[in-house]
């Protein structure tokens, strides 16, 4: 995988009231628990931005149910990237599974991370 892409520390946070991420995608959803999942794709050899590419995000709950979904293609600080709301429940453990195929057709990249809300 580092041949193809550069890897950053994924991580989820919830947004300001006033942050510009709160009208993408039609707009946060209603209810609690949205968390905006952002995901920044870079070239490992060239660094540069990788702005063609289907991204899907695979979010498990333990023992629970799992929910998949395209991510919409955005520009934040000037830097193509990818992005979508997700639910999370609190306090719990999550498998954040993202899949990357670039418009190149290389191999599909994937990563997953742990995540755990409070």
């Known amino acids: 995988m580092a041949a193809d892409a550069a890897l950053r520390p994924a991580r989820l ?3 300001a009231p006033d942050s510009p991420e709160r009208t993408m995608h039609g ?14 794709l870079l070239d490992a050899a060239s660094k540069a931005p990788i702005g063609v590419a289907k991204v899907l995000i ?8 799992a929910q ?12 193509p990237s990818y ?6 429940q609190r306090k719990s453990a999550y498998r954040i599974t993202v899949r990357i ?3 190149d057709a290389s191999p ?7 995540h755990r809300t409070y």
């Open 13 to 15: 946070r919830r947004l």
């Open 58 to 65: 695979h979010v498990a709950q333990a023992g629970m149910s």
């Open 108 to 114: 599909p990249l994937e990563v997953a991370f742990e």
């Open 27 to 40: 707009g946060v959803p209603s209810g609690s628990g949205y968390y905006h999942v952002n995901v920044s």
């Open 83 to 88: 992005g979508i709301y997700v639910r999370l």
């Open 68 to 79: 998949s979904k395209a991510l919409e293609p955005v520009t934040l600080n000037d830097a």
């Open 101 to 103: 195929q670039k418009a």
